[in-house]
């Protein structure tokens, strides 16, 4: 059973430790800063051995350096982008395993918010932790791919089991919500979950993780199969990804 430990850090990231405790290891996922982990693993008295990135953006990697002095950690980072990644060691591609102590991270490809993006999925956790690609009732902007590859991406997302833990590195739930009413205001279970997200966010609690079944229920990026998404975009006999390039392109200039 792996421990996992939110926390908050910048403005609305979340750098998540996970700590398998008969392995004695513990790897940070997506180090922002390196301050906050310190401080938390201090606390638990756990000892870093991995950090894991997702991609090469400074909120994600910008504890790397510290990190790996203070501790002597090994930096397990997608290939493609090693020259991206500070102080990346460990170089992985699509379904490597890593493993942490006796628990096991799958990677994923994920590209489309920046050609080298991995997810890392705990399987036997039901967890997956994947940075900017999928958010709560969001999903990341497409800096350096096209529609049709982060499509394909979160269609590898979708596939995992519903019962999957969704570990993203922001906190964008609300704002998110907002866009995806204009998307899909008649979807009941949309506006169940954006009164929840509000009672939250009121009392300042993260709405992160959410289940993948949520998601699948909820997040207009993961339905553009929705007959009343496509009506309201006018796209009906068209193909998944471009109903989703077309939500992707309203959300980019989307003011709410
Ligand atoms: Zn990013
Ligand atoms: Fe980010």
């Known amino acids: 059973m792996l421990e996992i430990l939110q926390i908050p850090a910048l403005h609305d990231n979340y750098i998540y430790l996970v700590h398998e405790p008969n392995g004695w290891a513990t790897a940070v996922i997506d180090p922002a800063v ?11 008295g756990w000892k870093l051995t991995h950090i894991l990135n997702t991609h090469h953006h400074g909120d994600h990697v910008g504890g790397n350096i510290e990190l790996k002095r203070k501790t002597s950690c090994a930096i397990v980072a997608v290939a493609r982008d090693k020259e991206r990644i500070p102080g990346i060691d460990v170089e992985v591609h699509e379904g490597d395993i890593i493993g942490l102590g006796h628990a096991d991270a799958q990677v994923l490809d994920v590209p489309g918010h920046t050609s080298g993006h991995i997810a890392f999925w705990f399987a036997d956790e039901n967890a997956l932790f994947c940075g900017d690609t999928l958010f709560g009732l969001g999903c990341g902007r497409l800096f350096e791919g096209h529609a049709e590859e982060m499509w394909a ?5 979708r596939a995992l089991p519903p019962s999957t833990r969704i570990y993203c590195a922001h906190e964008y739930t609300q704002a998110n919500g907002r866009f995806a009413l204009e998307m899909e205001p008649e979807n009941q279970a949309l506006q169940e979950r954006v009164a929840k997200v509000a009672a939250l966010r009121k009392r300042n609690v993260p709405t992160i993780p959410s289940l993948l079944e949520e998601e699948l229920a909820t997040n207009p990026f993961l339905r553009p199969h929705s007959l009343d998404i496509r009506r309201r975009l006018g796209l009906t006999g068209v193909a998944d990804w471009r109903v989703f390039a077309e939500i992707r392109h309203r959300k980019d200039s989307f003011a709410g």
Not at 34 to 44: S, T, Y
Not at 153 to 157: A, F, Q, R
């Open 153 to 157: 991406s979160l269609e590898k997302i």
């Open 34 to 44: 390196a301050e906050p982990v310190l401080q938390a693993l201090d606390e638990k």
